[in-house]
């Protein structure tokens, strides 16, 4: 009973840390009209609170998991949601937008640091019923990134927008107090090593990894307007730098071989970014069909995507379950082929449906959501190795917000300035064809690991 207690402390500890990122990237959405209107900017402008967010975290991730593999992951994540309180404070306090969105990049890069730490945490200490305790985190995230609008629309009528930054103080609290005293310590080193290992850091290989993720995402972000090539190029010139580099050091920020010894992981990445565009498009395009084609009120439209979102929490608890006792090669495969059927019904029935039909559409996609989020997490971490976990977490969590940014880029290119019945339609077919390659996917993985485990056998 007490190993139990404290099993469950040591997951809400990382869970109640690991939900800011989500909640933090969704609340945003309802608050950007209060701060338009404040600071008296265009909604362009304004954006670059959602946009900056999704470019730090997408940089932070696997930097601070470097940095926590290093220097112990109970600090990393402690100090994390130190800066998420410091941006919880200062937001509400800034004077200029140009201080507001610092603070908002200090918040992304503090609970972006989190993520890997606590998915580290629960690699190195939670042995038994590890796909259950991952599956409790992707309950937290996926609820805040369903919630996360609601949320924010009631404290933005409480408190107007800095009451967004408010709502993380207890939040941080809980996760500060239980880590401080579940978390066992880091490994002591003394400062010799301290030095070493803080000179070993691969300073430049992070910096052009930023740089070339920066401008590549720029690129991407572009293609609604007017394209950027010359920051598309400029994003490969640095990335292929980064490769050159990484490739001759002993130790570098991110050891590219290991996308070669180690097959699988690199299609987990894969996999995870296609699971994420088919989520998202899903996830940005539906409220504004919703409320401009079916003319639906906010309230409507919120309470038909809880058809999506609340089958993918309920099945993340048993996809948990289903994880520890089968494996992860049979709900991979069975996510994936949900996704096909969903999407399917999506293209042929979605369009002029009644309620009920649209609920049992959108709860399909949810459950093959819940199943691929879950089972990917736990694919991930098997496949890694353990002294890179919290690195190879971080870069998990890039490929969510490729994943974010690759379907807001395809919504773009449907919608253009029309939201119709046949663009969504059109949505529909996309979202075959990433469930079609997602089992495509998911048949590859499976096969390439019972090889590796028949060769392990002989």
Same mark, same amino acid.
């Given at each position: ?122 690699? #190195? ?125 002993? #130790? ?46 906010? #309230? ?159």
């Amino acid at each position: 009973m007490e190993l139990e207690r404290k099993r469950t402390l040591f997951i809400t500890a990382v869970a109640s840390g690991t939900m800011l990122n989500p909640l933090n990237s969704s609340m945003i959405a309802l608050a950007l009209h209060s701060i338009q209107r404040d600071f008296q900017l265009s909604f362009a402008t304004a954006s670059w609170l959602i946009s900056s967010f999704y470019l730090a975290s997408a940089i932070a991730q696997p930097v601070t998991g470097k940095i926590g593999d290093i220097f112990g992951r109970k600090k990393t994540f402690l100090i994390g949601l130190g800066l998420v309180a410091l941006s919880a404070f200062g937001a509400p306090l800034s004077s200029t937008f140009l201080i507001l969105l610092l603070m908002r990049l200090v918040q992304s890069i503090g609970s972006s640091a989190i993520y890997p730490s606590g998915m580290a945490l629960i690699r #190195e200490h939670i042995k038994e019923r590890q796909a259950s305790a991952l599956a409790v985190l992707s309950i937290f995230a996926s609820a805040m990134v369903a919630l996360g609008p609601t949320i924010g629309g009631f404290l933005i009528v409480w408190g107007s927008w800095p009451a967004i930054f408010w709502v993380n103080f207890p939040f941080v609290l809980i996760s500060f107090l239980l880590g401080w005293f579940m978390f066992p310590k880091d490994v002591k080193r003394d400062r010799d090593t301290v030095k070493r290992l803080f000179s070993s850091l691969d300073f430049w290989g992070m910096g052009f990894f930023a740089a070339g993720m920066v401008l590549t995402l720029w690129f991407l972000l572009s293609f609604d307007a007017k394209v950027h090539y010359l920051t598309g190029f400029a994003g490969l010139f640095f990335f292929g730098v980064f490769v050159w580099r990484e490739l001759r050091l002993r #130790e570098p920020f991110i050891d590219i071989r290991i996308f070669k010894t180690h097959p699988q992981l690199t299609m987990v990445y894969l996999q995870f970014i296609v699971l994420n565009i088919f989520f998202y498009c899903l996830f940005f395009g539906l409220p504004s069909y919703f409320q401009e084609v079916l003319r639906l009120s906010v #309230e409507k439209s919120g309470v038909l995507m809880l058809f999506m979102s609340g089958v993918s929490i309920l099945i993340s608890t048993i996809a948990g379950k289903w994880i520890d006792k089968a494996g992860v090669y049979q709900p991979i495969m069975i996510g994936a082929l949900i996704s096909i059927i969903g999407a399917t019904a999506f293209t042929f029935f979605f369009p002029g449906a009644s309620y009920l039909v649209l609920g049992v559409i959108l709860a399909l996609m949810g459950l093959s959501y819940g199943i691929g989020n879950v089972v990917l997490q736990v694919a991930m971490l098997r496949e890694s190795p353990k002294e890179i976990v919290g690195t190879t977490s971080g870069l998990f969590q890039t490929c969510r917000y490729l994943g974010s940014i690759f379907s807001t880029i395809i919504l773009g290119l449907i919608f253009g300035e029309n939201i119709s019945s046949e663009s969504i339609i059109t949505v529909g077919k996309v979202l075959i064809f990433t469930g079609a390659v997602s089992f495509l996917m998911s048949l590859w993985f499976s096969r390439g690991t019972l090889t590796f485990f028949r060769m392990k056998r002989v």
